[in-house]
């Protein structure tokens, strides 16, 4: 199997479930991605530094995804924040070994450094790379943008700010040319224009297409399986758990090799749209109200609005997306009944609850596999999960559970360096 992707595509798509905000999408990465596009194209830069730079701005805050506390810090501008570094670091770290993201990898390290050096890593001036520099200077501009004011009356008070920390925190260089081009009335136009976006992605899908085999997506998939789990410490291996589970019924079910790697890559993402829940509500000990229920509940609309935006994955954002469908029809978020309910998104459906019922949660512990079997037959009775899969799990269920745990060893291991 093989994905003919638009690379702009993939990383629109992996930059909005960075945006997911309780108030919808911030589009914080989008504008940083058009101002550092616009800085690089009036400074002379290349296409392919260009595109580097953009690529990297899609995904600047990627370290910070997991963290609502850690994003709230990143939307103020405040240039004594030193706790800033931490999250360009941990992008680093998430992207430095992928084949396919890791020459984005440096520029994101050093997306905060201070020209004048006063920063963590010690780089200064011109031996911060130039992609840094720009995602720097376009990330802060963004930050100081508000969305209540008219642009042009915030316009003079963004260059004064910008301005009193060239030399200091901004490249001298890259702050006269911003000034330049920003006499322009169509730049601040196209940054408050909510339409403007897809004319901005439309404009640098000339880049091309990209092939990507299911393993290169895979690759990329963990990479994001990784902020989602960090999301809580109750699930700090639920997406790798499902994608295995899911993985093994999709076998027994006959599906081919490259389908059941399809598969895995469902698994991995089907909960990308918990981006969009704080992390107090994920780890609350109590019932949920009405209210933090309905924030949960808004997961699989956005795994799937963020998947259908790439290129061949119309099957992978049903199955990974539906996982909380179910067959009487009752589930959520688009209500989709029996007859609708392709056999993917119930063998991911599936998999997700026995992951999530053998998993410590913050209101109930692990429950033995006997239990979990009862509950799971309960909703098979009334509905809710394919019986005809449930057989197949629990026909087997010691040797899947083994593989999951196996999984959830070596993912240990990974980690600590063991």
Sequence with gaps: MQFNIHPINLLRALSMALELSTGGLSRHHWRTAMISGRIAEYIGLDEA????????ALLHDIGAASSWEEKKKLHIFNTNNQEIFHHAEAGYELLKD???????AEPIRHHHDYWDGSNPTRLFGKTIPIASRIINLADRLEVLLRDNVPIFEQRPDILSAIRKLSGIYFDPDLVKALHEFARQESFWLDLVNPHYYNNFFKSISSYGIMKFTVDDVINIAEIFATIIDRTSSFTASHSRS?????AYLAEAKGYSSEEIKAMRIAGLLHDLGKLAVPNEIL???????????AMVKQHTYYTYRILEQIDGFDIIAEWAAYHHETLDGSGYPFRINEKSLRLGSRIVAV??????????????ATLPLGRVEQIMQGMVSNRKLDGNIVADLFGNCQEAYGLMQASISDEVRKVSGA
């Design 283 to 293: 780890e609350k000990p109590g019932k949920l109200n009405e209210w933090e229920f």
């Design 242 to 246: 499902v994608s295995i589970m899911a």
């Design 49 to 56: 530094q260009q595109q580097t730079i953009i690529y990297a």
């Design 351 to 364: 998999a997700d609850v026995f992951v999530a019922l053998t998993e410590n949660r913050p209101y109930r």
């Design 98 to 104: 992928s084949p396919q993201l890791g020459l984005l």
